[in-house]
């Protein structure tokens, strides 16, 4: 069975960074898709960042500011974040995207002015 285990979220002022971890067990992550997406309060869940063999993606309000990459050798993922704005607080999901598609528990980003 396949999990992914989020870490790294917190809370920081504006113009602050942060790097969020995904770590996957159970499978191979470059078997996966692997994409980060965030979900505020009363929001839907968006989509932020997403990288396969083709290259990575983003959503136009965290491109230049995010980076997302994965290290084989240690199967986890990762979502660089910086200068962050008070509108990048929410729940941060790590998701494998394949014949099946996993998610991980989330974890709380929160940045104040």
């Known amino acids: 069975q396949v999990q992914l285990v989020e870490s790294g979220g917190g809370s920081v002022q504006v113009g602050g960074s942060l790097k969020l971890s995904c770590e996957v067990s159970?499978?191979?992550?470059?078997?996966?898709?692997m994409g980060w997406y965030r979900q505020a309060p009363g929001d839907d869940r968006q989509f932020v960042a997403g990288?396969?063999?083709?290259?990575?993606y983003y959503s136009d309000s965290v491109k230049g500011r995010f980076t997302v990459s994965t290290d084989t050798a240690t199967n986890t993922a990762y979502l660089q974040m910086n200068n962050l704005k008070p509108e990048d607080t929410a729940v941060y999901y790590c998701?494998?995207?394949?014949?099946?598609?996993?998610w991980g528990q989330g974890t709380q980003v929160t940045v104040s002015s």
């Open positions: 998701t494998a995207i394949g014949s099946t598609d996993y």
């Open positions: 159970g499978g191979t992550i470059s078997n996966y898709r």
């Open positions: 990288i396969n063999q083709s290259g990575t």
